[in-house]
């Protein structure tokens, strides 16, 4: 089968491999559609806390169709449609991953909005809800919101009853941000970010989603309310930024550290069910992703590049 290998730190290339094979609990999916990432760029990097050494195959997200099970799997059967996400190994034509995991795909999504869904708006779920703690009513400041993870979030925040102010660095994105369900946005290249928050919120946002870090950040924190909370997400800036604790202090802000993967990988079954309930959100038209570009396997490193250099509005997914 062919595969986009990382043979080497800072290149990948596509090449033939073998077909996986499941074992015990284990399922094979043929790929339909893998979503791309911005940690899947940081991988092939070495930029990212955890290094992986060379050759490895990336893709953290797919959808498609189960085309083998192992031993004791009764569900999925082959020719399920399911998506997954399996860390690595998703920028192939197939992939192995454990039948726990897996999730059907709604009928309202085709594979490339199922395969560009999973990290991104699990994330948002995680951070909004369970680690930032956002109740109806509440007002959300999303960064880099014209990216696929700040899109997720202005998705998840609106389906949960927030009004979200969306600061984006382009047009397109902002326009992007606007679609998603975000009542205003904001330049994050021309603005100031704390008067546009407090104007928007009548002093003070209630939570600040931040997946940018660098420049941004002391003007986000010092844009919450008293009692607000700022969720860090990560640092697509390159930069991480050191806080002014006495902002935090003094207003009585919370700092909350966001990290999904870190939490899905040791808790399977609480993975599995936040996954479910997001598909259930889209089935039954709560949520609605976006549709993706897509590209073929030999564009990953163009696409992966793009994305790290923050030149990318929306998602993207591989098709094999």
């Known amino acids: 089968m062919r595969a986009l290998m990382c043979e080497e730190l800072g290149s990948v290339a596509v090449v033939e491999t073998d077909v996986p094979r499941p074992a015990d609990g284990q399922i094979v999916i043929a790929v339909e559609a893998a979503g791309v ?3 899947d760029g940081l991988f092939v990097h070495g930029r990212y806390q955890i290094k992986l050494p060379p050759p490895f195959v990336p893709g953290g997200e797919v959808a498609g169709t189960v085309s083998a099970v192992g031993p004791g799997v009764t569900w999925p059967t082959v020719g399920t449609r399911v998506v997954a996400v399996c860390g690595l190994g998703g920028f192939a034509e197939q992939v192995v991953v454990p039948a726990a995991g897996v999730v059907r795909i709604p009928d309202t999504l085709d594979a490339a909005q199922a395969a560009t869904f999973a990290q991104s708006h699990c994330t948002a779920m995680f ?3 369970d680690r930032g703690g956002l109740s109806a009513g509440e007002t959300v400041l999303v960064l880099g919101a014209g990216g696929g993870v700040g899109l997720a979030a202005v998705r998840v925040a609106t389906a949960l009853g927030a009004t979200v102010l969306a600061g ?3 047009e397109d994105k902002r326009r992007a941000a606007r679609a998603a369900g975000a009542v205003a946005v904001l330049d ?3 603005q100031s970010l704390k008067d546009a928050a407090r104007e928007f919120s009548n002093g003070g946002v ?3 989603y931040d997946p940018v870090g660098g420049d941004l950040a002391d003007p986000a924190l010092r844009s919450l309310r008293v009692g607000g909370r700022y969720l860090v997400i990560g640092f697509a800036s390159g930069a ?3 806080l002014p604790l006495n902002q935090v202090l003094l207003r009585n802000r919370s700092v909350v550290g966001v990290d999904w993967g870190a939490w899905s990988m040791s808790d399977a079954a609480g993975q599995h069910a936040l996954l479910t309930e997001l598909l259930d959100l889209v089935a039954a038209g709560l949520l609605t992703p976006a549709i993706p570009a897509t590209a073929p396997l030999e564009a990953g490193a163009q696409v992966m590049d ?3 250099r923050r030149r990318v509005t ?3 997914a591989l098709i094999p």
Do not use: E, F, Q, W
């Open 240 to 242: 991480i930024p050191s």
């Open 127 to 129: 951070a909004l809800r």
């Open 314 to 316: 929306g998602k993207i």
């Open 168 to 170: 984006a660095s382009s």
């Open 206 to 208: 209630d939570l600040v």
């Open 188 to 190: 994050t290249s021309a």
């Open 37 to 39: 990432n911005y940690v």
């Open 306 to 308: 793009d994305l790290l």
